[in-house]
């Protein structure tokens, strides 16, 4: 049973009329208080009252990045500031930071939806919890901790970083439960190998994992490695942090907390909405927050959406697994790739460890992508004429799936620098323009 089911298993016109309210109440709520959003209405010749149905959301303008950075730090609040009980903030990559504040109402409805991650990821009272997401300004260490501890577990914050420690407590205290980005905890994984430690043998069970792309192949990794279930988790700071969408016993992609976000699928480069099914660029209105709602804002996240009965009886909307972020998207050849097809790729060679990093940079007028991979300790200990033929299979494999020629660099084990929270995948040398 879900943790709410009267939300989680609403029925398909219960849940549109639902939204629907909420999605009037929250461009009534903007239009009157924040200027930002009145504004941008105005322009685009829209008033709240136009909106008399949940695909009317297309009349609406979209939010991006740069407006939560123009506006920073609290351009966007619609709430006095003495009605704040919280407020964090992501960096970014670069520039100013965006903020995410939160009124008591906004921090009870994102343990709500995170609880609900947590509860479908079978997590329950008598689990004794790691949380090795960093506390701090960004919203995976909190965001977390008050859902586990909702659910009345033992929450243990060891934060990020001290990887050693994160193993020797996992088994001093008998840890059920990792939550981590999924890079971390492959290093966590790797570290415990190297101190004799095998976690299959301890009582860890599940993994909740997320804030970074990952592939299915890194799934079944950690899964294996660590001989426990690997369940997901989505968000961002700007919708609340986690607790956006989430997976369930299936596997089978993300539930999106639909009852909270509206989730659309736009064309990136034109922003026209497309058809059920087809990829594109996640975007999400916040129907539900009251410091600050998000209407129509552009995640530059990659998926499909689909809309299916799944097994566990939840009938909110799901989302396949993020390819990457648009902003990731590397052109080589005149063919898009994302990282997570060479994710893919990689993992399944057998003779690589599952530690790599893509660098672009410009040849001639040509992108040319170096792909550096860690070659495992035996593999490399064979020497050069080995490791060149490795790769040179690595290099056909990814011409055979992608279509893309790239240069394949076989590294030593332990040459690239291990994560602990979102793992750098792209190291981009061509010149800025
Ligand atoms: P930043 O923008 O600084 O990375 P956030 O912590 O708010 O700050 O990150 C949100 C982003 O993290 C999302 O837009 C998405 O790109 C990524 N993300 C979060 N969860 C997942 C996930 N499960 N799968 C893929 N990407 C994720
Ligand atoms: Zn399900």
Redesign the pocket.
């Known amino acids: 049973m879900p943790w709410e089911d009267q939300f989680e298993c609403m029925p398909a016109e219960k849940m549109q009329a639902f939204q629907l309210k909420k999605l009037k109440e929250t461009l009534e709520w903007v239009y009157e208080k924040i200027p930002f959003y009145r504004k941008k209405l105005d322009e685009n010749g829209v008033k709240p009252a136009d909106i008399q149905h949940v695909r009317d959301l297309a009349k609406l303008p979209v939010t991006v990045k740069n407006d939560l950075r123009d506006n920073y730090p609290f351009g966007l609040c619609a709430v006095p500031m003495e009605q704040l009980v919280r407020i964090h903030a992501?960096?970014?990559t670069t520039g100013k930071p965006i903020t995410g504040p939160y009124t008591a109402e906004d921090l009870e409805q994102w343990t709500q939806c995170m609880t609900r991650n947590l509860w479908a990821a079978g997590i329950r009272k008598t689990d004794i919890v790691q949380n090795a997401y960093g506390y701090g300004l960004?919203?995976g260490g909190l965001g977390f901790h008050q859902a586990a501890t909702r659910i009345g577990c033992a929450v243990v914050p060891t934060s990020s970083g001290m990887t050693e420690r994160q193993i020797t407590l996992m088994k001093d205290f008998g840890s059920t439960v990792l939550f981590s980005t999924p890079s971390y905890a492959l290093t966590i994984a790797e570290r415990a190998e190297e101190m004799g430690v095998d976690i299959r043998d301890l009582p860890l069970r599940v993994g909740v994992f997320?804030?970074?792309?990952?592939t299915t192949a890194m799934r079944d990794e950690i899964q294996e490695r660590m001989g426990i279930k690997a369940m997901?988790?989505?968000?961002?700071?700007e919708l609340c942090g986690p607790g956006v969408a989430f997976d369930c016993e299936a596997q089978d992609g993300l539930h999106i907390n639909e009852d909270h976000f509206l989730a659309e699928i736009v064309d990136p480069v034109t922003l026209e909405p497309l058809p059920l099914g087809e990829p594109g660029e996640l975007v999400f209105t916040a129907i539900q927050r009251r410091a600050m709602p998000m209407i129509r804002y552009r995640?530059k996240?990659i998926t499909r959406l689909r809309r299916e009965p799944c097994a566990c009886g939840r009938t909110f909307i799901k989302m396949d697994?993020?390819t990457g972020?648009s902003d990731d998207m590397l052109i080589i050849s005149g063919v898009n790739v994302f990282p997570s097809q060479i994710e893919a790729l990689l993992l399944d060679v057998e003779e690589v460890l599952p530690q790599y990093v893509l660098v672009v940079r410009k040849k001639g007028h040509l992108d040319q992508l170096s792909v550096r991979v860690e070659a495992k300790p035996e593999v490399y200990d064979q020497g050069e004429e080995k490791r060149g033929q490795v790769e040179k299979k690595i290099g056909a494999h990814i011409q055979g799936m992608i279509g893309i020629g790239v240069k394949v660099e076989l590294l030593a084990p332990k040459t690239i620098t291990r994560s602990e929270g979102?793992a750098l995948r792209v190291i981009d040398e061509r010149p800025k323009g």
């Open positions: 992501s960096s970014g960004f919203t997320g804030a970074e792309p990952w997901e988790a989505y968000g961002l700071t995640t996240d697994k993020i972020r979102k």
